[in-house]
């Protein structure tokens, strides 16, 4: 008898505390510094455009943080999400391993985004600020914080890479009809926008670009703050109820994983899949934790751990991270969440210190394992979701030239039920892959800033 595909948790068993990775970390990270004057940044420094909680956060070592009451009700119209055992892909694969994969398009958005949306719009309402500005890639973040001002009766500006603006318009109207006001970037609305636009005015724009946009509105307004979708410790922090409740899972399937995967733009999905079964190898177990990434953008497996500009205008404090350059300025594949220059800080350190792998692969063997992930699983993965469908079947592909059994967890971090225009363009033999160009790369890494 098959034992159940589903592993479900209750309403009581939601987390009430996220995990702080920076309490377990054997290397602690270098603070950012202020991107004028080179020193370390202060909380001060991040006040005009962050709540006071999540400066706290940002910078906190305590490794458990309460969840808001008002948060965890939220959390409850979704969470918690399911753990499924992907039966039907493993009989495709013809593999000895087992493959579980959390999936996270069940919350209103689509997507894990929500996970951080909602307390950071909290947290900004608790502060009375009215307007949140920020950017999105491909649209999750832009939609999952245009749900939480909704929620909380504020403003959402939203810049929106222009690439991903185009690619996606059901994305876009989906954010507008929950009041958010969206914006092409780069746009003519800020002097980030217009420097590039009078140099290339037919720019895709990037999310570095479009990070500088939305910090700019932030920073001109007193009732505006800034919100971010990955990168930052705080979202790092709220992420981590993805792998909290993985674990539980694991645990009432009798099984837990040899290797977890997720995909890795900014970090967010990562991070909140695999930091809190990081914690058990810091503590000895034996456990892999693989970052997928697109060739087109590899700041982990080709980027170098410098300090750099979180953005494309330098508004933003310099970060020690595995980065391409402020500069750098992706090709416009499809996974549009995943086309950011560098790399979460907290995630850079742990790759720097071999707790964590990557993985980069192309767009259309990224496209090839969705499909097939689709046949067999029967759920549409969103462009950036499906690097990590790609690296879990490649793993369960190696189990099976071995001939041993392995246990696979990856998050589905998101449906992609707004990318069928994506699909279609595989679909159609047009789909190009555009490995990042080594000159591009060289002549950006040649720009980072000196520190």
């Known amino acids: 008898m098959q034992p159940e595909k589903k592993i479900l948790l209750s309403e009581k068993e939601i987390p009430r505390q996220w995990y702080n990775i920076q309490a377990d970390m054997p290397n602690k990270l270098l603070p950012p510094l202020h991107p004028a004057t080179g020193k370390p940044v202060v909380p001060e420094d991040l006040m005009p455009i962050f709540p006071l909680e999540l400066i706290r956060q940002e910078v906190s070592q305590e490794r458990w943080i309460d969840i808001p009451d008002e948060v965890a009700n939220k959390y409850r119209i979704w969470r918690p999400t399911p753990l499924i055992r992907a039966y039907e892909l493993e009989k495709a694969l013809d593999t000895p391993a087992r493959i579980y994969y959390k999936y996270e398009g069940a919350s209103p958005a689509g997507s894990h985004k929500a996970n951080t949306s909602i307390p950071q719009a909290y947290y900004n309402k608790v502060a009375g600020i009215k307007r949140l500005a920020t950017e999105t890639g491909a649209g999750q973040w832009g939609s999952a914080l245009s749900l939480a001002c909704s929620f909380y009766d504020m403003e959402c500006i939203v810049y929106m890479v222009k690439v991903s603006y185009r690619q996606k318009p059901y994305r876009r109207s989906f954010m ?202 029967g759920i549409v993965p969103a462009p950036e979701s499906s690097h990590a469908v790609r690296g879990a079947i490649v793993e369960a592909l190696q189990a099976r030239e071995e001939g041993r059994a392995k246990t696979i967890l990856f998050c589905l971090s998101g449906h992609g039920h707004f990318d069928m225009a994506a699909y279609d363009h595989y679909f159609s033999g047009q789909m190009e892959d555009t490995p990042c160009e080594e000159t591009e790369l060289a002549a950006n890494l040649a720009d980072l800033p000196k520190v």
Do not use: W
């Open 176 to 377: 507008q009809i929950y009041g958010a006001e969206v914006i092409a970037s780069p746009s003519a609305r800020t002097q980030a926008g217009r420097s590039v636009l009078a140099v290339a005015p037919d720019s895709p724009g990037s999310l570095g670009l479009a990070i500088s946009e939305a910090v700019e509105e932030a920073a001109g307004r007193e009732d505006t703050n800034y919100a971010l979708g990955s990168v930052l410790n705080h979202v790092i922090l709220h992420q981590t109820v993805i792998g909290l409740e993985a674990k539980k899972q694991m645990e009432k399937a009798g099984d837990y994983p040899d290797v977890v995967i997720g995909c890795c733009g900014g970090g967010s999905n990562f991070a909140g899949i695999a930091f809190p079964f990081l914690q058990d190898r810091f503590a000895g177990r034996n456990i892999r934790a693989v970052a997928v990434e697109p060739t087109a953008c590899p700041s982990l497996t080709r980027g170098v751990f410098a300090y750099d500009y979180g953005d494309l205008g330098k508004l933003t404090p310099m970060m020690k991270m595995y980065t391409l350059g402020h500069n750098f300025m992706p090709s416009g594949i499809h996974a549009g969440g995943l086309r950011y220059h560098g790399e979460s800080p907290l995630i850079s350190q742990l790759y720097h210190d071999g707790y964590i792998e990557a993985r980069a692969y192309n767009q259309t063997e990224v496209f090839e394992a969705a499909v097939g992930f689709a046949k067999a699983e």
